[in-house]
């Protein structure tokens, strides 16, 4: 059933979310992951992570994971990218600390992030 778009004072019908203009414009203000910190250095950084913690729910010291599916249902899955815990916005301690960091699969993270996390 179609719903109004997420943008206040938008009358465009959609399936949920934004409309396709409300989205892209949401996109466009986030910048790009380059502008966001996710780096040349950051991918070297990561894979060498995920290396280390190859799967979903995996932390620095065995630490309880944010949101891992995988981890709290015991299936265990390969992990597709490595999370900020704490979302970083922009501050470059929290974005560099392996502490803040787990490898997820791509539905744990995707779960997260909609969670706004």
């Keep these: 059933m179609p719903v109004f778009c997420a943008e206040p004072g938008c009358g465009a019908l959609v399936a949920s979310g934004r409309c396709k203009a409300h989205a892209r414009a949401v996109d466009l203000a986030r910048g790009s992951r380059h502008a966001r910190g996710y780096s040349n250095r950051w991918a070297r950084a990561s894979a060498r ?7 979903c729910g995996m932390r620095i010291d065995g630490r309880p994971p944010v949101m891992s599916a995988c981890y709290e249902s015991g299936r265990v899955t390969l992990a597709a990218v490595v999370d900020h815990v704490e979302p970083h916005r922009g501050n470059p301690v929290l974005f ?11 539905f744990c993270h995707a779960r997260k992030t909609a969670a706004g996390l």
């Design 49 to 55: 992570f995920r290396e280390r913690f190859p799967l």
């Design 96 to 106: 560099w600390s392996e502490g803040n960091w787990q490898s997820l699969c791509s």
